[in-house]
Nanobody, 115 residues
Framework: QVQLVESGGGLVQAGGSLRLSCAASGRIFSINAMGWYRQAPGKQRELVATITSGGSTNYADSVKGRFTISRDNAKNTAYLQMNSLKPEDTAVYYC?????????WGQGTQVTVSS
C-alpha cells in the first residue's frame, strides 16, 4: 500500500500561483504514474495532470499552458505548479499513485481562487 500526503493548497487571487506537493511513502517501489485530479462542488472528479516514472506527462485541456506537473523520484514526491489561476480552478485536488495492482489516493487539498 502507498500512502500519499498532499500539501500546498490555499486561497489565492485570480492570476496568482500555487504549488502542490504529493509525498509518497510505504510501498513506493515500482510506482508508475502519479498525478492529480480535482473535484469541484457538485461536479465529478476530473483529471488535471499525470506523469509517468519516465517523465511523460499528460494534461487536461483546461490547464495546458498554465499548470506543470513534475516529479522527484529520489524524494518520491510529485509536484503541480499552478500559474495564472482562475476561479474555475477552485476545487479539492487529489493526488494519486499507480502501483500494481491498483491506485492509491491522497486525502485531498483545497484550492480556492477568488475573483
Amino acid at each position: 500500500q502507498v500512502q500519499l500526503v498532499e500539501s500546498g493548497g490555499g486561497l489565492v487571487q485570480a492570476g496568482g500561483s500555487l504549488r502542490l506537493s504529493c509525498a509518497a511513502s510505504g510501498r513506493i517501489f515500482s510506482i508508475n504514474a502519479m498525478g492529480w485530479y480535482r473535484q469541484a462542488p457538485g461536479k465529478q472528479r476530473e483529471l488535471v495532470a499525470t506523469i509517468t516514472s519516465g517523465g511523460s506527462t499528460n494534461y487536461a485541456d483546461s490547464v495546458k499552458g498554465r499548470f506543470t506537473i513534475s516529479r522527484d523520484n529520489a524524494k518520491n514526491t510529485a509536484y503541480l505548479q499552478m500559474n495564472s489561476l482562475k476561479p474555475e480552478d477552485t476545487a479539492v485536488y487529489y493526488c494519486h499513485a499507480d502501483r500494481f495492482p491498483g491506485r492509491s489516493w491522497g486525502q485531498g487539498t483545497q484550492v480556492t481562487v477568488s475573483s
